[in-house]
């Protein structure tokens, strides 16, 4: 059984900084792409973050650019997203996701992930 656990998240203020993890187990971690999603309150669950099987390939939301990154350790089985330069538009409930998909990289939707995490928690307060 795949299992995806969060951690990380909390409360920061404005311009802060989060380091957000995703601990991976029950299938070869290293064959499939990642994807980090978010849903906000009375809000849909939206794209955030992909990188692919290798580490050697990422995508983000245009939202997110150049402000957040998001990487893996192979090793550990783990994702990681970190998230710099924080806005209050940034609070949600952020999910880990794995891919159905071992090659590619572009994977935006949520029906092209096949396993989610439970989610953590982020606030910005302004």
């Known amino acids: 059984q795949v299992q995806l656990v969060e951690s990380g998240g909390g409360l920061v203020q404005a311009g802060g900084s989060l380091r957000l993890s995703c601990a991976a187990s029950?299938?070869?971690?290293?064959?499939?792409?990642m994807g980090w999603f978010r849903q906000a309150p009375g809000k849909e669950r939206e794209f955030v973050a992909t990188?692919?099987?290798?580490?050697?390939?990422?995508y983000y939301a245009d939202s997110v650019k150049g402000r957040f990154t998001i990487s893996r350790d192979n090793a550990k089985s783990t994702v990681y997203l970190q998230m710099n330069s924080l806005n209050s538009e940034d609070t949600a409930v952020y999910y880990c996701?794995?891919?159905?998909?071992?090659?590619?990289?572009?994977?935006?939707?949520?029906?092209?992930?096949?396993?989610w995490g439970q989610g953590t928690q982020v606030t910005v307060s302004s």
């Open positions: 996701a794995g891919s159905k998909y071992g090659s590619g990289t572009y994977y935006t939707t949520r029906n092209e992930y096949l396993y």
């Open positions: 990188i692919n099987w290798s580490g050697g390939s990422t």
């Open positions: 029950g299938r070869t971690f290293s064959r499939y792409a």
